[in-house]
């Protein structure tokens, strides 16, 4: 998977675990309805507005608060190829790669991004292109052994294959 493709869509900085998904939530187990309440505080609109294939554009400290495996699971059912941000809380950027999300820390600038542009992410070379604005931003490439998670869509994907 070294070739992501998707529309950006743009979020802010200090997005907390209980921002993704509400604490009120987590005795939900139907993914439809689980969906309907992902970033509910910060945009009521959000499971209705993202698309399979958005790429996440956030800012500082993405991901902070609690390790809720479902902050990241939500994603995944919504088919978010990746995560973009300037930095992330330490345990959330793992759980992104451990369940297949390519977690990329880039600093950015609010002119690099809008929403719906069109992006091209090479994990291999470390390169984004915003293709809708002409623009190319390197940035520290993955660790190969992170990159063999993500390949493996997630750490149980990987060890069942070593299996």
Do not use: C
């Not at 793992?94 to 390519?102: A, F, K, Q, T, V």
Request: negative net charge.
């Amino acid at each position: 998977m070294d070739i992501i493709e998707g529309y950006a869509y743009i979020l802010g900085d200090d997005i907390s675990t209980d921002d993704i998904i509400p604490s009120h939530t987590l005795t939900i187990r139907d993914e439809n309805e689980m969906v309907k309440h992902a970033l509910e505080f910060i945009d009521p609109y959000f499971s209705k507005h993202v698309d399979r294939g958005n790429i996440i554009i956030a800012g500082e400290n993405f991901g902070t608060g609690s390790s809720r495996e479902e902050a990241v699971y939500v994603f995944k059912i919504l088919g978010i190829k990746a995560i973009i941000a300037k930095s992330f809380a330490r345990i959330y950027f793992r759980n992104l790669i451990n369940n297949g999300i390519p977690a990329i820390t880039l600093e950015w600038e609010s002119d690099n991004f809008t929403k719906q542009d069109n992006i091209e992410i090479s994990l291999e070379k470390g390169v984004l292109i915003n293709k809708s604005k002409n623009l190319t931003i390197n940035f520290k490439k993955i660790p190969k052994f992170l990159t063999g998670i993500i390949d493996s869509g997630g750490i149980i994907n990987q060890l069942k294959k070593k299996l």
